[in-house]
């Protein structure tokens, strides 16, 4: 069965500084994979998605996030983070049945001046 | 740009209380999805509808029930809403053509039961 773990909960960052922001997944077949954010009360928006045409993913506002089979895992970096990237990510991957995506529990990005 | 909206921001609801939420998108999708938010626990999907009268159960039913009437329209329903409803739920949808689709994801709708 398909499942994405997100390491840490909460991420704090100074502006101006890497973000990385780690996610693992476990899937049994080749996998599709997602990072998603959250605003503070809002609904969530595609930063990006990987689905097996570049290991190396670009995303909206400066994100990119590698896919390294080896590791199983799709973590999300921004060179240098903003005050406006404060928000909550999400990590998902596509369900074996091809339909619903199967989120992680999240993590909190804090950004400090 | 797709446009998911949901009926209401904010909900307050007494325990026992029938409760409506609905959710409406503008793309044609096939896929609609509901899902329950809640600190710690990420998003848990609750009930999926992948055409028009048809639904399949996600991963926590229970107390729930959906309907899809039209295409365009997705409810989910507490039939008799309880204290441990009280969550975020997020409305969602997206097209049926590929495995590469991503999906849509309304406001969000968040309820209280007292």
């Keep these: 069965a398909q499942s994405v773990t997100q390491l840490g909960s909460h991420v704090s960052v100074s502006e101006g500084a890497l973000v990385l922001l780690r996610c693992n997944y476990s899937s049994s077949v080749p996998p599709y994979l997602f990072w998603y954010v959250q605003y503070p009360n809002q609904g969530l928006q595609l930063l990006l998605k990987y689905t097996s045409a570049a290991t190396l993913v670009k995303g909206i506002n400066g994100f990119e996030a590698e896919f390294k089979k080896s590791e199983t895992s799709f973590h999300l970096t921004k060179p240098s983070a903003h005050m406006s990237d404060a928000a909550e990510y999400f990590c998902a991957v596509m369900g074996q049945a091809g339909t619903a995506l199967i989120f992680g529990k999240g993590t909190t990005l804090s950004v400090s001046s | 740009d797709v446009k998911v909206t ?44 992948y055409d028009v009268k048809m639904k399949e159960k996600g ?19 507490l039939e008799s809403a309880s204290t441990n409803q009280t969550s975020m739920y997020l409305c969602a949808s997206s097209l049926a053509t590929s495995f590469f689709y991503e999906q849509y994801f309304g406001p969000g709708t968040r309820l209280t039961v007292t």
């Design chain 2, 6 to 49: 949901q009926s209401s921001r904010y909900l307050v609801k007494r325990t026992g209380e029938k409760v409506f939420l609905e959710c409406v998108q503008d793309m044609d999708h096939e896929n609609m999805f509901w899902y329950r938010q809640d600190p710690g626990l990420g998003l848990r999907l609750i009930y999926f509808s």
């Design chain 2, 59 to 77: 991963d926590i039913p229970e107390g729930y029930s959906v309907s899809r009437e039209k295409k365009e329209r997705f409810s989910l329903i």
